[in-house]
T-cell receptor, first 116, second 110 residues
Framework: GEEVAQTPKHLVRGEGQKAKLYCAPI?????VFWYQQVLKNEFKFLIS????????ETGMPKERFSAKCLPNSPCSLEIQATKLEDSAVYFC??????????????FGSGTQLSVL | GQQVMQIPQYQHVQEGEDFTTYCNSS?????IQWYKQRPGGHPVFLIQ?????EVKKQKRLTFQFGEAKKNSSLHITATQTTDVGTYFC??????????FGKGTTLSVSS
């Protein structure tokens, strides 16, 4: 597709429950990025993939968070045992290729996760 | 680790006034990008600057990259209500993830 598709748009979980978010990158884009936006401003980088391989996971919390990008499937971000502080908008972005002069990110519309 | 600071956090202007947001990095950047996020929306890419001292213009928007590649600015001339939103700079060191500033939220009154 011509846009990054994220589902669901909204997700409500009770504290301790699992949350799973999905992202379908733009067709032909080989890089996928996950960002967490808290308080509508601060973007925190979580993880990136080059195709199905983890490219950079320096932002991923060591516990509870995991992500995958499998062939022929949407990418996913999973949070085990959600906590109140996980409430945020989770944005997925994709880019065509990672070169010195090009890496424009195309963002999806985000998943608003509310942990109650 | 790498940090990207952006000021001001908020700016309110009257329609027709100019607006500038500034971005500073603690380290030299390989490139810097600017994004705009409308209220309730997602970030949309505006531009990328790569060269030291680079200046690029898009209609009323002027983007600059500092000589030392540690700072950047976005200037909007004669703001319009359609300029409302949050403007983010995002910088990258070679081989690292794109790090976003905290953004400058612009409001414009007519």
């Amino acid at each position: 597709g011509e846009e990054v598709a994220q589902t669901p748009k909204h997700l409500v979980r009770g504290e301790g429950q699992k949350a799973k978010l999905y992202c379908a990158p733009i067709k032909g884009h080989s890089y996928v990025f996950w960002y967490q936006q808290v308080l509508k401003n601060e973007f925190k980088f979580l993880i990136s993939f080059q195709n199905e391989n983890v490219f950079d996971e320096t932002g991923m919390p060591k516990e509870r968070f995991s992500a995958k990008c499998l062939p022929n499937s949407p990418c996913s971000l999973e949070i085990q045992a959600t906590k109140l502080e996980d409430s945020a908008v989770y944005f997925c972005a994709s880019s065509h290729y990672r070169g010195y002069n090009v890496e424009k990110l195309f963002f999806g519309s985000g998943t608003q996760l509310s942990v109650l | 680790g790498q940090q990207v600071m952006q000021i001001p956090q908020y700016q309110h202007v009257q329609e027709g006034e100019d607006f500038t947001t500034y971005c500073n990095s603690s380290t030299t950047l390989s490139n810097i990008q600017w994004y705009k996020q409308r209220p309730g929306g997602h970030p949309v890419f505006l531009i990328q600057l790569v060269k030291s001292g680079e200046v690029k213009k898009q209609k009323r928007l002027t983007f600059q990259f500092g000589e030392a590649k540690k700072n950047s600015s976005l200037h909007i001339t004669a703001t319009q209500t359609t300029d409302v939103g949050t403007y983010f700079c995002a910088g990258r060191q070679a081989g690292t993830a794109l790090i976003f500033g905290k953004g400058t939220t612009l409001s414009v009154s007519s």
